[in-house]
């Protein structure tokens, strides 16, 4: 695919993954098989086989012993949102810290876990893990465009044991767009010089028996501080009817992009004189990613269906960034080029992913009642090659002295099942256990010194529903939750840190349902953590480790109403009382227990009311975050170097609206923080990085 905009200066900073096949010739091979389809007639159409941690409407929701939530296309639609994630800031628990504006490095949190990379939860696209690796580095580098969506699952409780590892915090799972007949066309330009281009078509054959689409998305900007962006992401899908009761589908997808990011944030006084500057203008976050998988269903009868799900992935991420040389209020002093010392480092990871799932779903009459089972394995292969390379001659180097060279694999066996017991036609238990055997192994190519780390984790939980009356229905849960240590963390010189797994005892009651216009979920939780594992920053001389207990207790819950005549609103809130470390083994002279974990607001709501007239749909909603600490220390004063001190809260407003101009056409708008708040969103992980001002983005789609 060649890129027609203006290259703002990022195409000569490129590197590329050397075996990448060109995407182009890829796919239009893979749209030429599906072109010849004759459009069949709608009520012809199957949805193509796909994993879903939540399912289909109201029952498949009703059937899950935990907080669930799902974000649906209409919603997408109207909200019209920036990234992914920014597509779930309205769901309950969840929590978003913004690092360059446009969700490319996606931080999410969950009940009060650290948002850094959404380390804490499993993200899945189709039910195929997208960050690089699971057990060496869960750190998603990459996230797909909400363009390319048609939904977003969202999953907590003693549910997400069918999925693994890293589910403590909750399970998420973006849904890629089923093909459609025909082709549309999107456009959008908005502030700081953003310009997207999007392109989906597809077909299928007029007995229905094949469906195929493709789904294109290039777009750059000049960035909220000043630091443009160059992205595309294809996405190629199609299927099969085997023949009446399987289905085969199979999935390509590419994605590239250069931004013009940096860890170095802004100063003290640098963000409050010029919030928008970008103080690194020589670091580039620049990542490839080439993907494909395959599903297969079939109906082994009226009783039994097996999913098998293979998947594969490649991503290749340089990280170009100048050294720090020194920090005051008002800058950052990098390293000068031409003396002693390196000027422009590479971070240069290879990532490589492979794996199989396959889960067998079974409905049977035991114990003289009804059941519905799942049993399922999963083998699972990763590596990275992490290579560190320094220039001590050009700032804007690409290559040079290979200083750092790292290899690191792992390996891991996932058995799990549970049994849905219907006790009755209101009641139903749920016991599960899932099996999760791990090895990692790291050897540092430099100087020979490689290390090996194994560990084998027992995952059990329980969950019940009630449906107490047509209105309401009542669940409850409880799960043990368990997270791998890091490669970086558990392997040190070679040396089993034996710092073992993140594990917690989760439990959560809550009650959902709905009542004429309104509908409703309300969810008490607590995480106990044994063990959690922290990034807990550079005050009191702490750093990163095993932060021994910690204790996570809250409320979240959500509101919906219809209010008539084309009104209606909306509101949800996370509200987290207790966040804090219950033991002092950082390591450290100052003591911690007892103080309030970092980046987890104590309140986190939101609230929207939409209106609905003929053909237009509008929207205001208000996002309110309340204060943060962003270090162990709790530190309150806010440091000159940016990096401690209190996140004040802050309040914003968006506004949205939609007008059909036809069945084919549509125009859009949104105003983001409508009024200008000047916040700060992070100090993580080194400065000040500010929200978004004011931005807009107007745009228009069109089907042929």
């Known amino acids: 695919m060649t890129q027609t905009f203006p290259a703002n200066g990022v195409d000569k900073q490129r590197t590329q993954i050397r075996h990448l096949p060109k995407v182009a010739p890829i796919t239009l091979a893979v749209w030429t098989m599906f072109s010849t389809a004759v459009l069949a007639d709608e009520s012809a159409e199957k949805s193509l086989p796909r994993i879903e941690v939540v399912g289909q409407g109201a029952e498949s929701i009703s059937r899950l012993p935990g907080s669930v939530s799902v974000v649906t296309n209409e919603a997408i639609l109207v909200n019209q949102p920036l990234s992914t994630q920014d597509a779930i800031k309205f769901v309950p628990g969840v929590v978003v810290r913004e690092e360059e504006g446009y969700g490319f490095i996606p931080n999410i949190g969950m009940r009060g876990l650290d948002p850094n990379r959404s380390q804490k939860l499993l993200v899945l696209e189709d039910g195929v893990p997208i960050a690089p690796s699971l057990f060496i580095s869960n750190e ?15 999953l907590k409780g003693a549910a997400g044991l069918r999925y693994g590892p890293t589910t403590i915090g909750g399970v998420i799972n973006y849904q890629t767009k089923q093909p459609e007949n025909g082709v549309r066309v999107t456009a959008q330009g908005g502030s700081h010089g953003y310009g997207l281009l999007g392109l989906d078509a597809g077909g299928r054959t007029a007995d229905g028996k094949a469906i195929g689409g493709i789904s294109m998305i290039t777009s750059q900007g000049d960035g909220f501080r000043n630091n443009g962006f160059k992205m595309e992401d294809v996405v190629v899908k199609g299927g099969i009817a085997i023949d009446e009761r399987q289905w085969l589908g199979a999935k390509l997808t590419y994605y590239t992009n250069d931004v013009n990011t940096s860890y170095v944030g802004l ?42 799900l293979a998947y594969w992935s490649e991503l290749q991420r340089d990280y170009w960034r100048r050294p720090v040389l020194a920090r005051s209020a008002d800058g950052t002093t990098f390293v000068a080029c031409g003396g002693g010392s390196a000027c422009m ?10 794996g199989i799932d396959s889960r067998l779903e079974l409905n049977h009459d035991s114990f003289g009642i009804k059941n519905e089972s799942e049993i399922g394995i999963r083998l699972h292969t990763e590596s990275r090659l992490n290579k560190t390379v320094s220039s001590f001659t050009n700032e804007n180097a ?54 090996k780390s194994s560990n084998t984790e027992f995952v059990p939980g329980i969950g019940a529903t009630w449906q107490v009356s047509p209105q309401a229905q009542v669940f409850a849960g409880a799960h043990r939750g368990f997270s791998p240590a890091m490669m970086a963390a558990s392997i040190v010189g070679g040396v089993d840190q034996r710092l073992g797994a993140e594990r917690s005892t989760n439990l959560e009651i809550g009650v959902r349902g709905s009542i004429d216009q309104m509908r409703y979920e309300v969810t008490a939780f607590q995480m106990d953590f044994a063990n959690q594992i922290v990034n807990a920053s550079t005050s009191a001389n702490i750093t990163q480790s095993n932060a021994g207990k910690t204790m996570h ?78 270090d162990a220390a709790n530190t309150v004063a806010a440091s000159d170097d940016g990096r401690r ?3 004040p809260s802050f309040t914003t407003l ?51």
């Open 654 to 704: 968006n506004i949205n609206a939609r007008y059909a101009l036809s069945k084919q056409t549509s125009l859009f708008a949104t105003v983001r923080n409508l009024t200008d708040k000047q916040y700060i969103a992070s100090r993580n992980p080194d400065g000040i990085f500010p929200g978004a001002e004011r931005n807009f983005q107007v745009g228009m789609s069109h089907k042929f």
């Open 140 to 154: 998603s580098y990459y996230s797909p465009r909400i363009e390319r969506m048609e939904g977003i699952e969202v």
């Open 398 to 451: 690409r290559s040079g002295t290979l200083t750092a060279n790292q290899d690191s694999s792992a390996n891991s066996l996932a058995l799990y099942g549970q049994n849905r017991f219907i006790i009755n036609e209101r009641v139903a238990i749920t016991p599960g256990m899932r099996i999760e055997s791990y090895t990692q192994n790291d050897r540092n190519r430099l100087n020979g010194i490689s290390g």
């Open 553 to 630: 207790q809250g409320l979240e819950g959500l509101l919906g109403i219809d209010l008539g005549k084309g009104w209606g609103a909306e509101t949800n809130m996370t509200y987290l009382p207790v966040a804090e470390y219950r033991s002092d083994r950082l390591g450290s002279s100052a003591n911690v227990n007892g103080n309030r974990l970092p980046y987890a607001p104590e309140l986190v709501a939101n609230v929207a009311l939409t209106y609905k007239f003929d053909l237009l749909t509008t929207r205001l909603s208000a996002t309110h975050v309340s204060s943060q600490f962003v």
């Open 345 to 354: 480092v590479g971070a240069k990871r290879t990532f490589e992913m492979v």
């Open 645 to 647: 001190g209190v996140i």
């Open 267 to 308: 100063r003290k006084n640098e963000y409050r004189d010029n919030p928008t500057k970008n103080s690194a203008k020589s670091d580039y976050f620049i990542s490839d990613r080439l993907s494909f998988d395959i599903n297969h269903e079939i109906e082994l009868n009226s009783t039994a269906r097996l999913k098998t």
